[in-house]
């Protein structure tokens, strides 16, 4: 087997390697920005309902 048939070998599995670690990289961040979202999402219900509470406590008085 030729020298160079082992260096592209080896580039095929460095490029398989370099893939994989920046997909998990990739869904790290993603995973980060839909939970930061999330919380946004959830702070704003929480937000709305505590006017709600507010107006039905004043309407109540």
């Not at 370099?18 to 946004?40: C, D, F, H, N, P």
Request: aromatic residues 8%.
């Amino acid at each position: 087997m030729p020298w160079w048939m082992l260096l592209v070998v080896i580039g095929i599995c460095f490029s398989a390697y370099m893939t994989l670690r920046t997909a998990k990289e990739e869904k790290e961040v993603e995973s980060a920005i839909i939970e930061k979202e999330g919380q946004v999402y959830m702070d704003r219900i929480q937000e709305a309902r505590e006017k709600r509470r507010q107006v039905m406590s004043s309407n109540a008085s």
